[in-house]
């Protein structure tokens, strides 16, 4: 059975031999909506939960407006224009709008990469900076939330008379579901806050994990810190297989991205009766497997539905290699899994430790391998499992060690399936 799997830019085929039983997983096809446009507009114009946009807006000097990073295929230059011409509209001057790429602790955005965000032409007009988590003087202290996280958040969104947030809506390996709050926090947050979203104190949880809605603690302590920073208005996208608009979710943030997460929840599910041998999977292809710290998501998504001690091989171009600099000399530090978990239990939380440790815990439970060729050589024995430069040999490789009848899942698109097992109730 050949296969093609969603890997850098161009994708890879691979080719699964006879004696193993296949099983490919994809997201069920959300069709298209007809016309994007049209959808952008009916959403601005009768949104989930508030008054229109164009209401809203009416009256106010200034906007931001918190956008995904290159690290998101969000449609920014599909869905900025509508919004940006709804303000403009309502009075508020383009010198009052504020686009804030909301990097959390990823690296600022490259002036081409700004490009490729916005287009030439809204970076032409209107202010468009990244996030930085690290300046601490950038951020307006709000307090602390009810469970004690301190929560620090872009002076530039507080200070703006309309808060507003575009996103789309997948399978998040800790909140359940991407979108919605998330572009306030950790997206638009301080370092301390964003160390204690992703300590401990919520990575070791069973509910924060994907698909975990809405009773998810980590969902609910961003719901907080949203509210504390007057998240306003949100303009959240469902996605197609090939990343079209299928439906446009705009409104009250907390109704619109409920409403959001079912449709998404139902679109993306991938039913399984029983726990596979092994899982190869990817983490869906440029952009989001330009590092290995992004990559990681690909792994837990597929956790769910391979038996304890079962194989999963990850195919990740990791084309930056393994990712930022904290999290490339935290990946350095450790031998094995059980040595990562015992430290983050122990030790102050240090930046981009959480997708180790969440790495660490799929690693307790089955044996990885990994297809990163943009891993450089030197860092390949840090990884937890064999490394290989191209997938079909990395397939070829999984399956000469499986038995004839062994069952394994593909996973083509990997976090965009969000696949469960049925006796588990879902």
Known sequence: MKVTLAFGRDGAEIDIPAHVHASVLHAK??????????????????????????????????AAISICDITRPAPNRIVLPHVLRTLEQAGVPRAGVV????TGLHRAATPQELLEIVGPDILGQYAVVSHDARDVSSHLDLGTTRSGTHVLIDRRFIASDLH??????????????????????????GEATIKRLHSPFFMRDPQVVEGSFPDNPLHRELLEIAAMARHDFIVD???????????????????????GVEFVRQATLALLAAPVDAVVTTSAGYPLDLTYYQSVKGVTAASHIVKPGGRILLAAACQEGLGSPEFTNFVRRFPDAQACLDTTEKEPVVIDQWQLEKLALVAS??????????????????????VFDRPDEAVAALCRELPHGAHVAIIPEGPYVFSQLAVAGT
Do not use: N
């Open 29 to 62: 096809s959300a069709e298209a909506a007809a016309s994007a446009d049209a959808a952008l507009a009916e959403a601005l114009a009768h949104p989930i939960g508030t008054p229109s946009l164009l209401e809203l807006a009416r009256g106010k000097k200034t």
């Open 164 to 189: 507003l947030s575009l996103g789309f809506i997948e399978p998040h390996l800790m909140l359940g579901f991407s979108g919605g709050r998330k572009l306030v926090a950790p997206g638009l947050a």
């Open 237 to 259: 996208v469902a996605l197609t297989r090939s990343r079209q608009i299928a439906r446009v979710f705009a409104g009250e943030p907390t109704a619109a991205h409920a409403a």
């Open 365 to 386: 439970k089955a044996s990885l391998a990994f297809c990163t060729p943009g891993i450089p050589l030197a860092d390949r024995q840090y990884l937890w499992g064999p």
């Open 99 to 102: 686009l804030l790429i909301a």
